[in-house]
């Protein structure tokens, strides 16, 4: 059929049924299922964290429907499957409150994990958010000649059962997080004990009287070994790199909201200079303890490659008393020890692999542009990374946590509305012109 009468035809079904949904036989499902191919009238949003909550919100407030796609079974898969049991929002309440919704008053300045979740279903439900679960987007591409993106999902371990989605708006918001970073060692296979990543980590309880080696000293890894101690355990940290560990409050205030008080006054260098300054009487010098500061400045150095400082919750003075060893890079594993580059070996029954997450948007968005190849983020530095070309968006993909994506989403839904309103006359998206290429 010709497609512009291909697209009429569709048109007149998608003013009986707005997500008009076809089969199509023999799709590429796969194990010998068809593929059904859904007409989406508003932008689809792929992933149904805080970022893709907050971005069908800001949507809905503006008048926009919105289709969610999550490959769990649940919203912030991240916050409810691969978090810690004693996790805290790291950052105080109100920075990391969504777009119209502020947390509870009765809730602490730092939420824990089970309270941020209560807030964000919560969330969803004033919003009427209704993410589709187990749909794991595994391809999307901009299909020029029709003028939409074509957004392939695999519904989860139901093989051959597949769904197209064709909308005209793409948002992505699968996360700086969505894939856990393994490294490889020498003698991996060969060690006997268990080794984890931090996603799998809930507590310190099955580690009781254990050696346990922790790799990584970003906020994860320094609060996994300080459950580790009050669970009884012995850990020791490998730190690789040069950290900035700072107090979570100084001054009666959270050192976050300070430093954002003090950077509407003064210049960064000199805000970096005061909260290393204080951070030096209240911690010491952390250097003493094996914890080199980078030279440049904690605030700089986030705005410059992201790197966030550790905000200490009690980790510090664990280091300071010798209940958590500090260890160089790892060399090698063998069968029941760690050796270090120093030439020490040491004998541990675990590890725990406190080595992040990287982005897995390269995986299953095939555009050229936008997201970077290697690193999965947008080209585009902050604040200008959360638009690309053709209809397609980013949301909390700017290294500025619950905050950052906030902005993102209410940019985005600003920016799609005023698209949205220019053709609301026209009753559905297939309405808009046919290809011209
Ligand atoms: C331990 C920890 C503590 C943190 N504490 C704070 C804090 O206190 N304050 C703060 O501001 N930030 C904090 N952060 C940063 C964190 O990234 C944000 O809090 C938040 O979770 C980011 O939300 P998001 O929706 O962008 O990503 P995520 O929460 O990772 O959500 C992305 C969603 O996309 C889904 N998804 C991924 N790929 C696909 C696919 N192909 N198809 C379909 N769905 C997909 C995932 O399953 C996931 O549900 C913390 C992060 C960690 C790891």
Same mark, same amino acid.
């Given at each position: 059929?010709?497609?512009?009468?291909?697209?009429?035809?569709?048109?007149?079904?998608?003013?009986?049924?707005?997500?008009?949904?076809?089969?199509? =036989?023999?799709? *590429? %499902?796969?194990? /010998?299922?068809?593929?059904?191919? !859904?007409?989406?009238?508003?932008? #689809?949003?792929? $992933?149904?964290?805080?970022?893709?909550?907050?971005?069908?919100?800001?949507?809905?407030?503006?008048?926009?429907?919105?289709?969610?796609?999550?490959?769990?079974?649940?919203?912030?898969?991240?916050?409810?499957?691969?978090?810690?049991?004693?996790?805290?929002?790291?950052?105080?309440?109100?920075?990391?409150?969504?777009?119209?919704?502020?947390?509870?008053?009765?809730?602490?300045?730092?939420?824990?994990?089970?309270?941020?979740?209560?807030?964000?279903?919560?969330?969803?439900?004033?919003?009427?958010?209704?993410?589709?679960?187990?749909?794991?987007?595994?391809?999307?591409?901009?299909?020029?000649?029709?003028?939409?993106?074509?957004?392939? =999902?695999?519904? *989860? %371990?139901?093989? /051959?059962?597949?769904?197209?989605? !064709?909308?005209?708006?793409?948002? #992505?918001?699968? $996360?700086?997080?969505?894939?856990?970073?393994?490294?490889?060692?020498?003698?991996?296979?060969?060690?006997?004990?268990?080794?984890?990543?931090?996603?799998?980590?809930?507590?310190?309880?099955?580690?009781?009287?254990?050696?346990?080696?922790?790799?990584?000293?970003?906020?994860?890894?320094?609060?996994?070994?300080?459950?580790?101690?009050?669970?009884?355990?012995?850990?020791?940290?490998?730190?690789?790199?040069?950290?900035?560990?700072?107090?979570?409050?100084?001054?009666?205030?959270?050192?976050?909201?300070?430093?954002?008080?003090?950077?509407?006054?003064?210049?960064?260098?000199?805000?970096?200079?005061?909260?290393?300054?204080?951070?030096?009487?209240?911690? *010491?010098?952390?250097?003493?303890?094996?914890?080199?500061?980078?030279?440049?400045?904690?605030?700089?150095?986030?705005?410059?490659?992201?790197?966030?400082?550790?905000?200490?919750?009690?980790?510090?003075?664990?280091?300071?008393?010798?209940?958590?060893?500090?260890?160089?890079?790892?060399?090698?594993?063998?069968?029941?020890?760690?050796?270090?580059?120093?030439?020490?070996?040491?004998?541990?029954?675990?590890?725990?692999?406190?080595?992040?997450?990287?982005?897995?948007?390269?995986?299953?968005?095939?555009?050229?542009?936008?997201?970077?190849?290697?690193?999965?983020?947008?080209?585009?530095?902050?604040?200008?990374?959360?638009?690309?070309?053709?209809?397609?968006?980013?949301?909390?993909?700017?290294?500025?946590?619950?905050?950052?994506?906030?902005?993102?989403?209410?940019?985005?839904?600003?920016?799609?509305?005023?698209?949205?309103?220019?053709?609301?006359?026209?009753?559905?998206?297939?309405?808009?012109?046919?290809?011209?290429?």
């Amino acid at each position: 059929m010709e497609m512009g009468s291909y697209l009429r035809e569709i048109e007149g079904k998608l003013s009986n049924d707005p997500f008009y949904t076809e089969k199509i =036989s023999g799709g *590429g %499902g796969g194990g /010998g299922g068809g593929m059904r191919r !859904v007409w989406v009238p508003g932008p #689809v949003i792929v $992933g149904a964290g805080p970022s893709g909550l907050a971005a069908a919100a800001c949507l809905k407030q503006r008048g926009v429907p919105s289709m969610l796609l999550e490959r769990s079974n649940c919203i912030a898969s991240l916050w409810q499957l691969k978090t810690y049991d004693r996790l805290r929002l790291h950052l105080p309440k109100q920075f990391c409150e969504l777009p119209f919704m502020g947390f509870p008053g009765d809730f602490p300045t730092y939420p824990s994990k089970q309270q941020f979740v209560k807030y964000l279903e919560d969330y969803a439900e004033r919003f009427d958010i209704r993410p589709r679960f187990n749909e794991m987007v595994a391809e999307a591409e901009y299909d020029r000649t029709l003028g939409f993106w074509r957004v392939r =999902s695999k519904r *989860g %371990g139901c093989h /051959g059962d597949e769904t197209e989605y !064709v909308c005209r708006w793409l948002i #992505v918001a699968t $996360g700086e997080n969505a894939e856990a970073v393994v490294p490889e060692f020498d003698g991996m296979t060969e060690f006997g004990g268990s080794i984890k990543h931090t996603s799998l980590y809930k507590s310190g309880e099955e580690f009781r009287g254990k050696k346990v080696l922790v790799v990584g000293c970003g906020n994860s890894g320094m609060e996994v070994c300080l459950d580790l101690c009050e669970h009884s355990a012995s850990p020791s940290l490998v730190v690789r790199d040069t950290v900035h560990v700072l107090p979570r409050e100084m001054l009666g205030r959270s050192t976050f909201g300070l430093s954002m008080w003090l950077l509407k006054w003064f210049p960064i260098r000199l805000v970096d200079g005061f909260l290393l300054m204080v951070s030096r009487l209240m911690l *010491g010098d952390t250097a003493r303890f094996g914890l080199d500061r980078p030279i440049m400045g904690p605030l700089r150095l986030k705005n410059l490659s992201g790197k966030t400082p550790v905000l200490d919750v009690g980790t510090l003075a664990k280091i300071k008393t010798g209940h958590i060893k500090i260890r160089p890079s790892i060399k090698r594993l063998k069968r029941q020890a760690v050796e270090f580059v120093d030439g020490r070996i040491e004998r541990f029954d675990s590890i725990i692999l406190a080595t992040g997450y990287r982005s897995n948007v390269p995986s299953w968005l095939k555009e050229g542009e936008m997201f970077g190849k290697k690193d999965g983020l947008p080209r585009r530095p902050f604040p200008n990374g959360w638009k690309g070309e053709n209809g397609l968006y980013a949301v909390g993909f700017t290294k500025r946590g619950l905050l950052g994506a906030s902005m993102d989403a209410k940019r985005i839904a600003e920016d799609i509305e005023r698209c949205w309103k220019a053709e609301a006359k026209l009753s559905t998206p297939t309405t808009l012109s046919p290809p011209s290429t």
